[in-house]
C-alpha cells in the first residue's frame, strides 16, 4: 500500500523536491520509489522531446509526424463524376437541410462562403471545392442551390474527408 506522501506525489504529479514538501507538512518519510516512479514519465516526456526537437534541427522529422504529414499531402487523384444534388453545407450537417424547401437559405449560405457538397442518391456526401486553375465550374455550381448536377472533378481525400476538385459541371434540373 502506498503511502500518503507517496499518493498525493502521484496524484499531483510534483518530483523529488514536491515529495519533501508534502512529506515536511504531513510529517511523513518520503520513500524513494514514489518519487524515482513519478519523475521516470517526466523524463521520459523530456528525452522524446529533446530526440524531436533534435530530428527537427537536423531537418528530419519524427517517424509518426513526418508518416503522418506524407499520408496527408497524397491525394487520390482519381478522376471522377457524381451525380447528386447540390447542397450547402453549414446548414445540411447541422441539421439536414436540403431540396427545394431550403434553396433560399442555401443559396443565401452559399453567397456569404458557406462551404458546397454533393448529395449522391445513396447518400454519400462530398465536399466541393474550387479548382484553382478552372475555377468557372465551381463558381456555376454556387448558383445550383438544391439542383440536381453532375459534377466532374479529382477526388482528394484528407483525415477522412472526401472532396471533389471541381473541373466540370452538367446541370440536370
Given at each position: 500500500m502506498k503511502s500518503k506522501v507517496a499518493l498525493i506525489v502521484s496524484?499531483?504529479?510534483i518530483g523529488a523536491a514536491g515529495a519533501v514538501a508534502v512529506a515536511?507538512?504531513?510529517r511523513q518519510p518520503v520513500?524513494?520509489?514514489?518519487v524515482a516512479t513519478q519523475e521516470a514519465p517526466a523524463k521520459q516526456e523530456a528525452a522524446t522531446k529533446q530526440e524531436a526537437a533534435t530530428k527537427q534541427a537536423a531537418g528530419?522529422?519524427?517517424a509518426a509526424v513526418a508518416k503522418s504529414a506524407e499520408a496527408a499531402a497524397k491525394p487520390a487523384g482519381q478522376s471522377m463524376t457524381v451525380a447528386g444534388e447540390v447542397v450547402e453545407l453549414s446548414c445540411y450537417m447541422a441539421s439536414e437541410a436540403k431540396g427545394e424547401k431550403h434553396k433560399v437559405c442555401a443559396q443565401t449560405c452559399i453567397k456569404g462562403g458557406a462551404p458546397m457538397g454533393?448529395?449522391?442518391a445513396d447518400g454519400s456526401v462530398f465536399l466541393l471545392v474550387e479548382?484553382?486553375?478552372a475555377k468557372q465550374p465551381y463558381e456555376t455550381l454556387k448558383t445550383?442551390?438544391?439542383?440536381?448536377?453532375k459534377v466532374t472533378g479529382t477526388l482528394v481525400e484528407r483525415g477522412g474527408l472526401r472532396a471533389i476538385v471541381v473541373t466540370g459541371v452538367n446541370v440536370t434540373s
Open positions: 496524484l499531483l504529479g515536511h507538512e504531513t520513500k524513494q520509489e514514489a528530419t522529422k519524427p454533393i448529395l449522391t479548382d484553382h486553375n445550383k442551390a438544391a439542383e440536381q448536377a
